[in-house]
């Protein structure tokens, strides 16, 4: 009985023993695996220094210097008053570091400002204005929540009043050339009230009996001294800074070459003098879809076109096969 107990018990002794080896060596070694995350924390640290430095050494945020001499529309703006300066510092800094929005701005160019320019000459007003419609609308078919449309942000009421055919079926404010047109004559006459090119482009903004209110009671003839709301305040300034950024895009870091830019559509235009029952069917026929049609002509509201007799429209369409290609434009430099 002794005996087997004495057996029993060296079993056990081992047996213990030998879990408690085992244990023992699978346990890190506490100096060793101590010493181990110390030396990680000290190469993360170093590696978040070295980041930190490789920042401070390489990457540039440049502050942006304007031009000695900056215009609009042919009027000098006056640089040697602080508060013009500043203004005018901050939109440039703002727009140039937009730097999504701004890219955008300049390849929308490639394919609007052409067909902008030509209709301003015509019509006599200063080539800057097609700045006053990018910063309207980023050359593009946005609604305000004022209901204002299109590229110029033509109000109802002021589209109607010069001209815009704008109903359930049609609505002119989404046609470039005519919407163009209209502007340009808001323009002028804003100009023939108020004297001087930048007090049209700030009524083009608040109306020009809210300009004319101001002026009078300021007793002030110079946009650059009128003090307004913050929107109107910043208005022109958008429109200088915008100007200057698209057009020495290098002074400002953009760096675009012309084929990053949009061209213009590769289009014919189509009269129509006959009702069309479907848009669908009739892109269909004339070897293109509804899509392009629409993308093209986005003053067209409905699905058809009602013209009345006497009445015509002209209508754009892919000149060449069924797709949307654009015009090739060759690199002035």
């Known amino acids: 009985m002794k005996r087997n107990n004495l057996v029993f018990s060296l079993l056990l002794g081992f047996g213990l023993f030998g879990i408690l080896t085992l244990l023992l060596s699978n346990m890190p070694d506490a100096p060793n695996d101590f010493k181990n995350e110390e030396t990680k924390n000290l ?46 510092d901050r939109e440039f800094h703002v727009n140039t570091y937009w730097h999504s929005q701004t890219f955008l701005f300049h390849k929308r160019s490639g394919r609007w400002f052409p067909i902008i320019q030509k209709i301003l000459e015509a019509e006599g007003v200063p080539d800057d204005f097609k700045y006053l419609c990018l910063i309207e609308s980023g050359l593009d078919n ?35 050339e005519k919407s163009t047109k209209a502007a340009c004559q808001y323009l002028k006459i804003a100009k023939k009230k108020f004297g001087s090119w930048t007090l049209a482009a ?15 009671e300021q007793k002030v003839e110079s946009y ?40 213009p559509y590769d ?7 006959s009702t069309i029952e479907s848009l669908a069917e009739y892109a269909t026929k004339e070897n293109t879809n509804y899509r392009t049609l629409k993308v093209l002509n986005p003053w067209l509201r409905r699905k058809s076109l009602i013209v009345k007799p006497g009445s015509s429209y002209e209508i754009l369409l892919p000149l060449n096969g069924s797709k949307l290609k654009e015009r090739i434009v060759e690199d002035k430099e």
Request: no cysteine; glycine share 4%.
């Open 43 to 88: 190469k993360r640290q170093q590696k978040q220094d070295n980041y930190r430095e490789f920042v401070r050494d390489n990457y540039r945020v440049y502050a942006m210097q304007m031009p000695d001499s900056i215009s609009f529309a042919g009027e000098k703006v006056p640089l040697d008053n602080v508060d013009v300066h500043d203004r005018l």
């Open 142 to 176: 946005v609604v305000s929540p004022a209901g204002a449309a299109g590229f110029w942000q033509i109000m109802k009421k002021t589209g109607i009043d010069y001209q815009l055919q704008i109903d359930d079926q049609v609505d002119e404010r989404y046609h470039l």
């Open 202 to 216: 700030a009524s083009y903004n608040m109306g020009k009996a809210g300009l004319q209110k101001r002026l009078t």
């Open 224 to 263: 650059f001294d009128l003090h307004l709301n913050n929107e109107t305040s910043r208005y022109v300034m958008r429109i200088i800074a915008a100007k200057y950024i698209l057009s020495e895009s290098e002074y400002y870091g953009f760096r675009l070459r012309n084929e990053d830019l949009y061209q």
């Open 267 to 273: 289009v014919k235009k189509v009269k129509i003098e």
